[in-house]
């Protein structure tokens, strides 16, 4: 499901860049603009794939601490680096590389831990036994 999540992320980013850079400058403004900018395909296909991320993000934490969710889904930024060279063509700096490395090392850590940290279900935990009439204090 986390393979999901960064797929659909990673693609739904690149059309919508893609779209968006066909489309032009858009402002709040002028929502003809904005209007125009959603049927662009790339755009359409974009915040279709972006919804998908979004279920598939709501499904994880559904089973998953977000704290273990969020780091791992950040393998998407390697993801998108490359698709954003070599698809796009965008120019990637060094020291945007550095940066996605230094991500990618911090998942490792997250991955190592526990995808779900356990707590006691309020149903299971012993209930304190009710006071005796002669420990409890009589307020007039």
């Given at each position: 499901m986390?393979?999901?999540?960064?797929?659909?992320?990673?693609?739904?980013?690149?059309?919508?860049?893609?779209?968006?850079?066909?489309?032009?400058n858009i402002s709040i403004h002028h929502l003809e603009g904005v209007v125009a900018a959603v049927l662009n395909p790339w755009v359409a296909a974009g915040i279709v794939l972006l919804l998908a991320f979004f279920a598939s993000y709501m499904n994880a934490l559904s089973w998953a601490d977000l704290t273990y969710v969020l780091p791992a889904t950040s393998l998407g930024y390697v993801l998108l680096a490359l698709i954003a060279r070599f698809v796009l063509h965008e120019h990637v700096s060094p020291v945007r590389w550095l940066g996605i490395a230094l991500i990618s090392g911090g998942v490792g850590f997250v991955a190592g831990g526990p995808a779900?940290?356990?707590?006691?279900?309020?149903?299971?935990?012993?209930?304190?036994?009710?006071?005796?009439?002669s420990s409890r204090s009589l307020v007039s």
């Open positions: 986390l393979a999901g999540v960064t797929v659909f992320a990673a693609a739904g980013d690149t059309m919508l860049s893609h779209g968006m850079k066909q489309t032009g779900l940290t356990t707590h006691p279900h309020p149903d299971t935990q012993d209930r304190a036994e009710p006071e005796s009439a």
